[in-house]
């Protein structure tokens, strides 16, 4: 049975989390994606391996996400950053971790590393997607968008093909959003961290291209680092067999840290 729980940070705002408290013990931090829950297989997969493991776990919804509080189109990667950063803070305190983060998650897995750079032992990406909003929606957004986000502050944004019986998620974009995502660039600062850091990103992500992964591996460079391409993969890897492989890399991950 999940016990989801909430931290109050004001008056009018709390985030929803999940966490396996163990005092003085690894803790496993999953950061979920752009407008994601944690209610997926993801979130479920990672808590039930650190409560089999005996170690530390912590997920959020960020604000405007899942149950949180907030409005998700007021939202921001400063703000998720900083709701991150507050519940590491309260939760994980001064135990060491390692940091999952699913495609956006990657991105606010990165903002962390100039807060907590003695207690991060390792970092996985899954699909990772730093700075998404400028290079993958921004560039491509056709003019006709670009001016309507621009003149009205929003569009709604539509992926997926239902003539391919694809899932359709509409995204709503802010140009207070795009803005703050160029505030939030982490592909040019180099991280001199000795940690270990492993980058899934599946073959057939027709969301995140592969060199996203590559771009992230390149930021380290004291790290000993591994990129695996998953075969047959989507941009989730949501699926049983991708997730068994993270949890494996884990496994791997966590010997060298303890």
């Known amino acids: 049975m999940k016990k989801y729980k909430y931290l109050r940070l004001s008056k009018t705002k709390k985030l929803r989390y999940l966490s396996n408290y163990l005092k003085k013990k690894l803790y496993i931090i999953f950061l979920p994606g752009f407008m994601s829950d944690i209610e997926g297989e993801k979130p479920t997969t990672f808590r039930r391996y650190a409560i089999k493991k005996k170690l530390g776990f912590l997920t959020l919804e960020y604000s405007g996400h899942g149950k949180s509080s907030g409005d998700f189109t007021k939202g921001n990667i400063s703000e998720w950053t900083s709701d991150t950063k507050n519940l590491i803070r309260k939760i994980v305190k001064r135990n060491s971790f390692i940091l999952v983060g699913s495609s956006m998650g990657a991105w606010i897995a990165l903002n962390q590393f100039k807060y907590f750079k003695k207690q991060i032992k390792g970092f996985i990406g899954i699909g990772s997607a730093p700075e998404f909003l400028d290079r993958l929606m921004w560039r491509k957004f056709p003019k006709k968008i670009k001016k309507e986000i621009r003149e009205k502050g929003m569009s ?77 993969g989507d941009h989730s890897l949501s699926q049983k067999t991708n997730l068994k492989k993270i949890t494996k890399e884990l496994d791997r991950l966590i010997s060298q840290v303890s």
Not at 172 to 184: A, H, S, V, W
Not at 191 to 207: A, C, P, R, W, Y
């Open 156 to 232: 709604i944004i539509k992926h997926g093909n239902s003539k391919l019986k694809q899932r359709q998620y509409e995204y709503p974009i802010t140009y207070q959003l795009i803005k703050d995502g160029r505030k939030n660039k982490v592909l040019s600062k180099k991280i001199n961290l000795k940690i270990s850091l492993t980058m899934f990103h599946g073959q057939k992500d027709e969301v995140v291209p592969t060199s996203f992964s590559k771009k992230i591996i390149k930021l380290f460079t004291k790290a000993e680092k591994k990129l695996v391409i998953i075969k047959n």
